[in-house]
């Protein structure tokens, strides 16, 4: 089933198709970043089940990367197993500066089922989110400029955030 992308997704009122698509580097470059029909589907499950409710707890957010296309994610240098490349994840980014990255994290810890968060570049960064329906393990990371991982619990991060 083809989707306007012009349309807003069902049961993610403030977000369109477009948005879980958009690329400036896939545009730059002239590569097609258009889901399958499992992909557009795991695309609406994150729309719905993450990306609303944290767009109504906290204010409008940006999408920075949703879906990636293989070619996409391979120029980028995006992972492998990449939940990107299944639809089922987002790097988002807040427009508000007086919400701390924190409160983000925490809201999403408490309140939603998700399959990792990694708040990338800590403190100053972005929190990518995967939304997994069969594998939400609610795993969380931090990953720093040099691009490694660290698997943290949320009181180690806040205490982390604290010292900030």
Same mark, same amino acid.
């Given at each position: ?9 069902? #049961? ?13 580097? !896939? ?29 109504? !707890? ?18 980028? #240098? ?8 299944? #639809? ?30 990694? !708040?990338?570049?800590?403190?100053? #960064? ?39």
């Amino acid at each position: 089933m083809n989707r306007d992308l012009n349309n807003i997704i069902p #049961g993610a009122s403030n977000f369109k198709y477009k948005e879980l698509i958009y690329s400036e580097y !896939a545009i730059r470059k002239d590569i097609l970043n258009l889901p399958n029909e499992e992909q557009w589907l795991n695309l609406e499950k994150l729309a719905i089940n993450i990306l609303q409710p944290v767009r109504t !707890a906290f204010g409008p957010l940006h999408v920075t990367s949703a879906f990636r296309s293989s070619k996409l994610n391979n120029e980028i #240098g995006g992972s492998k197993n990449s939940y990107h490349l299944q #639809g089922m994840a987002a790097d988002i980014e807040l427009f508000n500066p007086d919400i701390k990255f924190i409160d983000i994290v925490e809201f999403i810890y408490y309140n939603l089922n998700y399959a990792e968060m990694i !708040a990338e570049y800590w403190p100053n #960064g972005w929190i990518h989110i995967a939304y997994c329906p069969f594998k939400n393990i609610r795993e969380i990371k931090i990953k720093d400029n040099k691009h490694n991982y660290t698997v943290v619990t949320l009181e180690e991060l806040e205490e982390y955030a604290k010292n900030l």
